[in-house]
């Protein structure tokens, strides 16, 4: 199973937009794929205990992340970084069977002109650190308003076609540990 992040907790993200229609091209692709949304964390875990005691409603969130066959992460750019809430996931997820050698790869979404070029070079240094197998081959997605509709599908058909190489090439990637 692939499961995709959807890297924001922002209400009515773009993030979460792009997410979907990133399961829709798996799914085409004979796929199985889930989305992980970071919207849909527990409140519980912003705490100072969630440290030391991770709750019970933050479990699915964690499975979901070590049961993954690779995982595609959504990020989006916020202050020429990702969300925090983003590396607040990564340090409550446990270590290190969560990355160590899973296949991951990205996809920056941005209102501006670098489709979070950035937020994903940084986010690569936190996943080589936790030695996750990382797909070199992201996808920058600038401008985003001007690439959805109001109902939230991609209607730049250039940003649709490098999606679906990047899923084409990933599904590939991904078999390649499944088969070892
Ligand atoms: C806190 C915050 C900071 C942001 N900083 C940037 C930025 O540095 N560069 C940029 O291009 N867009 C920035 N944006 C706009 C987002 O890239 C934009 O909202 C885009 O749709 C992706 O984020 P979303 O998934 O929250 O919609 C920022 C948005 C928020 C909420």
């Not at 705490?47 to 964690?62: I, R, V």
């Amino acid at each position: 199973m692939i499961r995709i992040i959807s890297g924001t907790n922002r209400d009515q993200s773009n993030t979460r937009k792009i997410s979907n229609e990133i399961q829709n091209i798996y799914l085409q692709l004979n796929t199985p794929c889930e989305i992980v949304d970071l919207k849909e964390l527990p409140g519980e875990i912003f705490t100072p205990l969630a440290y030391s005691e991770k709750p019970k409603s933050f479990e699915k969130f964690s499975t979901a992340i070590k049961t993954a066959d690779g995982l595609v992460i959504v990020i989006p750019e916020y202050n020429g970084s990702f969300p925090g809430v983003f590396k607040y996931f990564i340090d409550m997820l446990d270590f290190p069977e969560s990355l160590q050698e899973r296949p991951c790869c990205f996809v920056g979404v941005a209102a501006g002109m670098w489709g979070a070029l950035r937020s994903i070079e940084q986010l690569m240094d936190i996943f080589v650190y936790r030695n996750a197998f990382i797909f070199s081959k992201s996808v920058f997605i600038n401008n985003v308003n001007s690439v959805l509709d109001s109902s939230g599908h991609i209607i730049n058909n250039e940003v649709l076609e490098r999606l679906k190489n990047q899923a084409t090439d990933f599904i590939d990637f991904v078999n390649r540990f499944r088969k070892k």
